[in-house]
């Protein structure tokens, strides 16, 4: 299984980023996808995750109403859409994957797999 996470760049504060993850070796529609992020000095934390079919979402408080997780099974590919940036968002963005999960799990114990990570700078 590989995840292979892209879009990270350098933005100023209230900028926009796409993420995309693109999964291989794995029967995408049925995993839980998700992504935390880690900031330095900071623990991984979670931000977004979406169920099998993209019909749930659960997200961080600190990103409700400014990030957007979806995904398309077609393509293997979970993204995050990021709006109105801020400069606490800045952190090493990691997607994760966790295979037939009944629930939209939060922990990143619960995840299987994960990609490399995008790093995300928003300067102010």
């Known amino acids: 299984v590989q995840l292979q996470a892209s879009g990270g760049g350098l933005v100023q504060a209230g900028g926009s980023l796409r993420l995309s993850c693109a999964a291989s070796g794995l029967t995408f529609n049925t995993y839980t996808m998700a992504w935390f992020r880690q900031a330095p000095g900071n623990e991984r934390e979670f931000v977004a995750a979406?169920?099998?079919?993209?019909?749930?979402?659960v997200y961080a408080d600190s990103v409700k109403d400014r990030f957007t997780i979806s995904r398309e099974n077609a393509k293997n590919t979970v993204y995050l859409q990021m709006n109105s940036l801020k400069p606490e968002d800045t952190a090493v963005y990691y997607c994760?994957?966790?295979?037939?999960?009944?629930?939209?799990?939060?922990?990143?114990?619960?995840?299987?797999?994960w990609g490399q990570g995008t790093l995300v700078t928003v300067s102010s």
């Open positions: 994760a994957a966790v295979r037939f999960s009944s629930g939209l799990p939060l922990a990143s114990k619960e995840y299987d797999y």
């Open positions: 979406i169920n099998l079919s993209g019909g749930r979402t």
